[in-house]
């Protein structure tokens, strides 16, 4: 039995997107196919056939689903830099983009450092009025940025029909390093007083805590895709 | 010894040659494309309707065309145009396919053998 428009349109869809041809380009194709049938359907409509064998008549001149498929998919210049670069999309960018949301982080706590606790050695003492509000800002975007940044990726992996590998080691890794990494300050540790912030590395006190940490940013991260997977695997299921 | 260009394909760069031509004369938008095609080579040349726009996709990226949104009788559509780096690929496209066919019509009318074609 023939396929229906919509049928058509959703599985040539999911074939584009796993087979890695960038959502944009998927997006653009579908409409203006979406947009020739409707101009094929009108012409057989004008040559006396109804809607219903007018339709099955444009899906047949447009082209059976392999060869819509196979044109889009073997032109490398239309695939998405996931199927290209993995390890760039899920191993280099979310460090990059991790690493710039603690740098915004950090030059907050600096510059609410020297504002409201200029006679202070350290930043983390207790504060009150709008110094709450100023250094919570930051303290948000530093426990957040790693799990924003595994949201990035669970949002892309959904949109790209990805394999659960790449997007799992972008994940594990912005788990672990946000789990291991620790903040210290100190005005007395340079000359001046003008306060040194430093991030370091490692398991700290506590391998366990670390761990703990890690784990509690990788569920967290990983929630909203593992959501979307569920829902639709409940909607196919239906 | 000099490399020569092969042909593994003879309809290799023939839909990007039609569009092309087609599209040196006026904007069209994909359905339109593919009924001047059909109607201009009497049917001869007849694929399915809906890998036209790869072809178009790929030469607007390689900056043969350029595409824009127009809307008519209320329905918008993407309209093709060749830019200047298109009429060059035109030009290409077109000498190498009369070489070819000329090299395959002196095959068909008994060219001698050994003999240099184009």
Partial sequence: MAKSLHELLNELRERLLRAGVAPRHVRRYLNELSDHLADLKAEEEREGRSPADAESAALIRLGNIDDLAKAMTEQAEFQSWCARAPWAMFGLAPILS??????????????????????????????????????????LLYFIAPILVGWGIGLIAARQRLKAIWPSVGLVLIALIGGAARVQASRTAVSGGLGHIRMDFGLGASVQGTLFHALVIFSLAVLPYFIWRFQKARFFSA | MAARETNPNFMNGVPELLILRLLQQEEMYGYEIVQAIRDRTDAVIAVGEGVVYPVLHGLERDGALKSRRKTINGRSR????????????????????AHLTGAIQKMLTGGQHGQVIA
């Fill in chain 1, 98 to 139: 991790l690493a710039v949301a603690w740098c915004i982080a950090l030059l907050i706590l600096w510059s609410g450092w020297q504002i409201f606790l200029a006679n202070t050695d350290t930043p983390f003492v207790p504060i009150d009025g709008f110094a709450i509000f100023y250094f919570g800002v930051g303290r």
């Fill in chain 2, 78 to 97: 993407i309209y093709y145009s060749v830019t200047r780096a298109g009429s060059r690929r035109l030009s290409d496209l077109s000498e190498d396919w």
